[in-house]
């Protein structure tokens, strides 16, 4: 890693020494609450008399390698694309997926049986207490989730898949139930199993059952082999500290640590499935709730990164720190209350900047298409970056889905981050060795037009940005 990172220092320096007598070539694509997705002509000139954003990238210091960007499988999305015509959907699809002119995501997440966007509570094997998986099945995502993946699939046959349960099977659970918390309103478990304490298991902590959930684990990843879809990881378990009303099951860190070292490693390992296992989704900022897993004996030689989400982004400098090593991963970009507005997108904004300003190598959305609702089966209104009328079929691309594009339709996999810094700093900068070019996002979040002034090297990048606006630069050198 530091051979490529010197290697592409010293590539920068010098196109940037050879250009100093030549222009410099900028594209630049724009996006306000009120105009969205503009492409702007560079003239390096601004307004006079402007208030100043500057903003210095240190071309010498190169971060994390960036692996792409994404968002979630969810059978409400497929549901949701079901209700426009076939050349409606496809052109959703192509925005998602196509590596030319769309978002191009890449890695994209699934869960493994029901999560809160499916239509309804399932798991991949309801029977109680077959610890052979004799009545496994995935027949229920063939209606679905795995005509989702291969419409995407389709559009880019190179897209990496990764999978999280949201609960195990219903019976490996003490209370037999997929909920860890009651709610009459939404699921029928009884009051006297509802339980939010953290730091305690759900799951029945017992050889057989611990066996039978790394089968159930191994068989959900051959049967997605045999659908022609390779399942490039998988975390253990979203959210292992949240009992929620929805699918979920809470885990004592130390017994996630102990299925890992001792059940599902063990079990990938003697299966040879090339698909690794992830710590995650983490949403608790606490780090000695990830070491507690981690540091149980020969965990570590079993998994490949962290996930984290929500709250969980105040744990993700420090494990980088620890674990230097270890991949860094946003798993699912906070969802909202269904606003669906600029407000939200800034928040997005937000979030990214932090997370790769911490060591995230990907990014994921969490809802990519849902219907105007943007409700799950257990009553949480959410965002999405597409919204689809169920009453009028109308299509609404919303400010997210912008957001995301600003990125991931330039920032490709095998990028460097850069490190930024200025008295403004809402930048997040890219080094793309395949195009020789350098990507970055800032944000003007002022209510006012704005110079923005970006120190390169020698060369000063200089355009003037709308009042609350997103802006991807993509500077050729």
């Known amino acids: ?59 010498t210091k190169t971060q994390q390698t960036v692996d792409g960007f994404g968002g979630c499988f969810n059978e409400l999305g497929w549901e949701a694309l079901g209700m426009i015509t076939s050349v409606e959907k496809q052109q959703i699809l192509n925005d998602l997926f196509d590596t030319e002119n769309g978002c191009k995501f890449n890695i994209c997440r699934m869960p493994i049986g029901a999560n809160d966007y499916a239509v309804n509570w399932y798991s991949l094997n309801e029977t109680p207490e077959d610890f052979t998986m004799k009545n496994f099945s995935i027949d229920r995502d063939k209606k679905r989730l795995i005509p989702y993946i291969k419409e995407a699939q389709k559009i880019n046959p190179e897209i990496e898949v990764w999978a999280s349960p949201w609960c195990p099977p219903s019976w490996m659970k003490h209370s037999k139930h997929y909920a860890c918390k009651a709610n009459p309103e939404v699921n029928d478990l009884p009051l006297e199993l509802s339980s939010t304490e953290e730091l305690v298991s759900r799951f029945i902590m017992e050889p057989e059952y611990l066996e039978a959930y790394a089968l ?223 990507v970055l996002l800032t944000y003007n979040d002022k209510d006012s037009m704005q110079a923005l002034n970006v120190t390169l090297g020698e060369e000063v990048i200089t355009a003037s940005v709308d009042a609350k606006s997103f802006n991807t630069l993509i500077v050729q050198i």
Request: proline share 3%.
């Open 1 to 59: 890693m530091k051979v490529l990172k010197l290697t592409i220092i010293a590539v920068v320096l010098t196109c940037f020494s050879c250009k100093q007598e030549s222009k410099i070539q900028v594209d630049w694509v724009s996006s306000t609450n009120d105009k969205l997705w503009e492409t702007e002509t560079y003239t390096g000139i601004t307004e006079a008399g402007l208030p100043k954003i500057n903003i210095n990238l240190d071309i």
């Open 216 to 438: 159930y684990f191994s068989k959900f990843v051959k049967a997605y082999q045999k659908e022609g879809i390779d399942i490039s990881a998988v975390h253990v378990q979203n959210e292992p500290n949240s009992a929620q009303n929805f699918p979920s099951c809470v885990w004592k860190p130390q017994d996630l640590g102990i299925f890992i070292a001792d059940y599902l490693g063990p079990k990938f390992e003697a299966e040879n499935l090339d698909t690794d296992i992830w710590l995650g989704t983490i949403e608790r900022p606490q780090i000695e709730r990830v070491n507690d897993v981690l540091e149980y004996k020969n965990t570590k030689d079993y998994v490949t990164g962290v996930g984290f989400q929500w709250a969980g982004k105040g744990a993700i400098k420090e494990v980088h720190a620890q674990y230097p090593e270890m991949q860094m991963m946003q798993t699912e970009t906070e969802c909202g209350d269904g606003s669906n507005d600029w407000k939200a997108a800034e928040h997005t904004f937000d979030l990214m900047k932090h997370y790769f300003e911490n060591g995230a190598n990907s990014y994921m959305y969490w809802n990519m298409v849902l219907d105007e609702t943007g409700k799950s089966q257990w009553g949480w209104k959410q965002n999405s970056m597409i919204s689809i009328d169920s009453k009028t079929r109308a299509i609404v691309y919303n400010p997210e889905f912008y957001l995301m594009k600003h990125l991931s339709a330039y920032v490709k996999p095998g990028s460097v981050k850069l490190a930024a810094s200025g008295d403004d700093n809402h930048t997040i900068a890219f080094y793309n060795e395949s195009e020789n070019n350098i």
